[in-house]
T-cell receptor
Framework: AQSVTQPDIHITVSEGASLELRCNYS??????LFWYVQSPGQGLQLLLK??????LVQGIKGFEAEFKRSQSSFNLRKPSVHWSDAAEYFC????????????FGKGTMLLVSP | DAEITQSPRHKITETGRQVTLACHQT?????MFWYRQDLGHGLRLIHY???????NKGEVSDGYSVSRSNTEDLPLTLESAASSQTSVYFC????????????FGPGTRLTVL
């Protein structure tokens, strides 16, 4: 069975600084990979996804993520964080054949300091 | 615009009562999911459905049931609510392939006293 690890429970970043959120997965083959964001009191919104091709994926709100097969990682990055980026971020994986359910990591809470 | 809605948004109930949480989507998606979100656990899958009359158990299905009588709705029932089921519940729907994103509802905060 697949699993997802987000090693950082909380991260604090200064506004304007760069951001990297870590995600590692365990799966026998290359899975489909997703990053979702959850603002306080809201449901989850898809930021970006990877399923094949270019390993650097661009998403909404200026986010990008890089798939590294050798490290089983799919880290989320943003060059300059805005106060409105404060939220919880979830990495998720799904098998790359047929349809199956998503497995989510436990999330990383991003705090943005002035 | 297509959307996914959940009701109620907040619910307080007592131990032992039956509770049903509603989920309605207008995306015409075949796949629908129920998750619970708890601090330190992220999102855990309760039940899911790949189409009308299809239901499947997820990671934490004990004490919950679902039924799918049409494409738009997947109600979640807690047969006899327990304090351990105090949580935030999210419904989601998606298209028919693994790389289709799941669209999430706004959530229902359930408190079992």
């Amino acid at each position: 069975a697949q699993s997802v690890t987000q090693p950082d429970i909380h991260i604090t970043v200064s506004e304007g600084a760069s951001l990297e959120l870590r995600c590692n997965y365990s799966y026998g083959a290359t899975p489909y990979l997703f990053w979702y964001v959850q603002s306080p009191g809201q449901g989850l919104q898809l930021l970006l996804k990877y399923f094949s091709g270019d390993t650097l994926v661009q998403g909404i709100k200026g986010f990008e993520a890089e798939f590294k097969r050798s490290q089983s990682s799919f880290n989320l990055r943003k060059p300059s964080v805005h106060w409105s980026d404060a939220a919880e971020y979830f990495c998720a994986v799904a098998p790359n054949s047929g349809y199956s359910t998503l497995t989510f990591g436990k999330g990383t809470m991003l705090l943005v300091s002035p | 615009d297509a959307e996914i809605t959940q009701s109620p948004r907040h619910k307080i109930t007592e131990t032992g009562r039956q509770v049903t949480l509603a989920c309605h989507q207008t995306w015409n998606h075949n796949n629908m999911f129920w998750y619970r979100q708890d601090l330190g656990h992220g999102l855990r899958l309760i039940h899911y459905s790949y189409g009308v009359q299809d239901t499947n158990k997820g990671e934490v299905s004990d004490g919950y049931s679902v039924s799918r009588s049409n494409t738009e709705d997947l109600p979640l029932t807690l047969e006899s609510a327990a304090s351990s089921q105090t949580s935030v519940y999210f419904c989601a729907s998606s298209g028919d392939t693994s790389y289709n994103e799941q669209f999430f509802g706004p959530g229902t905060r359930l408190t079992v006293l």
